[in-house]
Protein backbone atom coordinates (compact mmCIF):
# COMPACT_ATOMS: atom_id res chain seq x y z
CA UNK A 1 0.00 0.00 0.00
CA UNK A 2 1.32 3.28 -1.21
CA UNK A 3 1.35 5.91 1.62
CA UNK A 4 -0.50 9.19 1.52
CA UNK A 5 2.49 11.32 2.29
CA UNK A 6 5.26 12.05 -0.40
CA UNK A 7 8.50 13.69 0.56
CA UNK A 8 9.58 16.56 -1.50
CA UNK A 9 12.36 17.93 -2.19
CA UNK A 10 13.30 21.93 -2.62
CA UNK A 11 13.07 21.80 -6.25
CA UNK A 12 9.83 20.23 -5.69
CA UNK A 13 8.37 23.55 -4.95
CA UNK A 14 8.84 25.24 -8.38
CA UNK A 15 5.42 23.83 -9.01
CA UNK A 16 3.48 24.78 -5.60
CA UNK A 17 1.98 28.25 -4.63
CA UNK A 18 4.83 30.27 -4.01
CA UNK A 19 4.03 31.47 -0.64
CA UNK A 20 5.23 27.45 -0.07
CA UNK A 21 8.62 28.44 -1.80
CA UNK A 22 8.49 31.49 -0.14
CA UNK A 23 8.01 30.16 3.83
CA UNK A 24 10.38 27.46 2.98
CA UNK A 25 13.38 29.69 1.93
CA UNK A 26 12.44 31.56 5.42
CA UNK A 27 12.55 28.66 7.37
CA UNK A 28 16.25 28.13 5.84
CA UNK A 29 17.62 31.75 6.25
CA UNK A 30 16.36 31.41 10.09
CA UNK A 31 19.16 28.44 10.07
CA UNK A 32 16.18 25.69 10.75
CA UNK A 33 16.46 22.41 9.02
CA UNK A 34 13.17 21.62 7.82
CA UNK A 35 11.69 18.54 6.41
CA UNK A 36 8.84 19.40 3.18
CA UNK A 37 5.74 16.55 2.42
CA UNK A 38 2.46 16.47 0.08
CA UNK A 39 -0.09 14.91 1.26
CA UNK A 40 -1.96 12.84 -1.56
CA UNK A 41 -5.14 12.97 -0.29
CA UNK A 42 -5.32 16.41 -0.82
CA UNK A 43 -2.43 17.72 -2.39
CA UNK A 44 -1.41 20.22 0.84
CA UNK A 45 2.39 20.62 1.49
CA UNK A 46 3.31 20.46 5.02
CA UNK A 47 6.85 21.85 6.02
CA UNK A 48 7.96 20.27 9.18
CA UNK A 49 10.41 21.89 11.90
CA UNK A 50 11.75 19.09 13.77
CA UNK A 51 13.61 19.59 16.95
CA UNK A 52 15.29 17.44 19.84
CA UNK A 53 13.61 16.73 23.43
CA UNK A 54 11.14 19.84 22.07
CA UNK A 55 7.23 19.35 20.10
CA UNK A 56 7.81 19.59 16.36
CA UNK A 57 6.26 22.66 14.54
CA UNK A 58 4.28 21.82 11.51
CA UNK A 59 3.02 24.65 8.65
CA UNK A 60 0.84 23.23 6.01
CA UNK A 61 -0.65 25.17 3.24
CA UNK A 62 -3.70 23.94 1.37
CA UNK A 63 -3.08 22.84 -2.57
CA UNK A 64 -3.74 26.73 -3.69
CA UNK A 65 -1.69 28.18 -1.13
CA UNK A 66 -4.50 30.63 0.23
CA UNK A 67 -4.79 28.88 3.95
CA UNK A 68 -1.76 28.13 6.18
CA UNK A 69 -2.31 26.26 9.01
CA UNK A 70 0.66 26.17 11.73
CA UNK A 71 0.67 23.51 14.66
CA UNK A 72 2.33 21.51 16.73
CA UNK A 73 2.55 17.64 17.79
CA UNK A 74 -0.19 16.61 21.21
CA UNK A 75 1.37 18.52 24.01
CA UNK A 76 -0.58 16.89 26.22
CA UNK A 77 -4.07 14.86 27.31
CA UNK A 78 -6.02 14.30 29.89
CA UNK A 79 -9.13 11.48 29.97
CA UNK A 80 -12.16 11.24 32.08
CA UNK A 81 -10.54 8.76 34.93
CA UNK A 82 -7.58 11.26 35.28
CA UNK A 83 -7.94 13.69 37.99
CA UNK A 84 -8.79 17.04 36.01
CA UNK A 85 -7.29 19.36 38.79
CA UNK A 86 -3.62 19.54 37.71
CA UNK A 87 -4.84 19.67 34.15
CA UNK A 88 -7.18 22.67 35.15
CA UNK A 89 -3.95 23.85 36.91
CA UNK A 90 -2.10 23.85 33.83
CA UNK A 91 -4.57 25.79 31.52
CA UNK A 92 -4.68 28.42 33.94
CA UNK A 93 -1.25 28.91 33.86
CA UNK A 94 -0.85 28.31 30.23
CA UNK A 95 -3.25 30.71 29.42
CA UNK A 96 -1.73 33.04 31.57
CA UNK A 97 1.48 32.70 30.22
CA UNK A 98 0.07 32.82 26.36
CA UNK A 99 -0.71 36.94 26.90
CA UNK A 100 3.01 37.43 26.40
CA UNK A 101 2.82 36.05 22.86
CA UNK A 102 0.11 37.77 20.86
CA UNK A 103 0.42 35.53 17.78
CA UNK A 104 0.17 32.25 19.34
CA UNK A 105 -2.62 30.01 20.66
CA UNK A 106 -2.86 26.80 22.45
CA UNK A 107 -5.86 25.16 20.97
CA UNK A 108 -7.79 22.38 23.10
CA UNK A 109 -9.88 19.82 21.38
CA UNK A 110 -12.49 17.61 23.83
CA UNK A 111 -13.23 14.45 22.04
CA UNK A 112 -13.23 11.19 24.39
CA UNK A 113 -9.71 13.29 25.67
CA UNK A 114 -9.07 16.41 26.48
CA UNK A 115 -5.94 17.29 23.95
CA UNK A 116 -3.83 20.62 23.62
CA UNK A 117 -1.69 21.52 20.81
CA UNK A 118 -0.95 24.90 19.26
CA UNK A 119 -3.17 25.18 16.05
CA UNK A 120 -3.66 28.46 14.18
CA UNK A 121 -5.47 28.69 10.52
CA UNK A 122 -3.75 31.92 8.50
CA UNK A 123 -5.02 33.51 5.26
CA UNK A 124 -1.83 33.84 3.38
CA UNK A 125 -2.30 36.78 1.78
CA UNK A 126 -0.53 38.74 4.41
CA UNK A 127 2.19 36.73 5.30
CA UNK A 128 5.79 37.76 4.95
CA UNK A 129 8.75 37.11 6.65
CA UNK A 130 9.02 38.88 9.46
CA UNK A 131 5.51 37.47 10.33
CA UNK A 132 6.53 33.89 9.74
CA UNK A 133 9.85 34.27 11.87
CA UNK A 134 7.88 35.80 14.09
CA UNK A 135 5.32 32.49 14.40
CA UNK A 136 8.30 30.08 14.69
CA UNK A 137 10.13 32.57 17.69
CA UNK A 138 7.01 32.72 19.37
CA UNK A 139 6.23 28.87 19.19
CA UNK A 140 9.52 27.96 20.31
CA UNK A 141 9.22 30.30 23.47
CA UNK A 142 5.79 29.53 24.39
CA UNK A 143 6.39 25.55 23.58
CA UNK A 144 9.22 25.87 26.28
CA UNK A 145 6.81 27.63 28.82
CA UNK A 146 4.43 24.65 28.15
CA UNK A 147 6.87 22.07 28.77
CA UNK A 148 8.16 23.53 32.02
CA UNK A 149 4.11 23.99 33.24
CA UNK A 150 3.79 19.85 32.02
CA UNK A 151 6.54 19.18 34.37
CA UNK A 152 5.13 21.53 36.77
CA UNK A 153 2.05 19.66 37.12
CA UNK A 154 3.04 16.18 36.34
CA UNK A 155 1.19 15.98 33.17
CA UNK A 156 1.87 13.43 30.05
CA UNK A 157 4.40 15.06 27.66
CA UNK A 158 2.13 13.14 24.87
CA UNK A 159 4.59 14.82 22.35
CA UNK A 160 7.07 12.51 23.56
CA UNK A 161 5.22 9.52 21.94
CA UNK A 162 6.50 11.03 18.26
CA UNK A 163 9.52 11.77 19.45
CA UNK A 164 11.24 8.59 18.43
CA UNK A 165 9.52 7.92 15.33
CA UNK A 166 11.51 8.42 12.00
CA UNK A 167 10.57 10.73 9.33
CA UNK A 168 11.75 10.63 5.90
CA UNK A 169 14.47 11.15 5.83
CA UNK A 170 15.48 10.10 8.71
CA UNK A 171 15.08 12.67 11.93
CA UNK A 172 18.93 12.01 12.85
CA UNK A 173 20.03 13.82 9.67
CA UNK A 174 17.82 16.90 9.67
CA UNK A 175 17.15 17.67 13.44
CA UNK A 176 18.95 20.55 15.71
CA UNK A 177 19.02 21.33 18.90
CA UNK A 178 16.61 24.32 19.96
CA UNK A 179 18.59 24.72 23.81
Known amino acids: MNSPIITLTPNDLKNSP ?3 ESCYY ?3 LLGLDSVIFKDARDGSIIILVPYIDFPDIFIEFDIFGRE ?5 NTLTQVTPDDDINPFNDFLI ?3 NEQSKYPQIRLSIDKQEKLTTKIYMRFRTSFLNMEY ?3 LL ?6 LKDIQNF ?7 E ?10 IPPRSQLRHDYF
Do not use: C, H
Open 18 to 20: NIV
Open 26 to 28: WIS
Open 68 to 72: MIFYT
Open 93 to 95: DTL
Open 132 to 134: VTQ
Open 137 to 142: REAESF
Open 150 to 156: LEKYKLP
Open 158 to 167: VWRITEGEQK
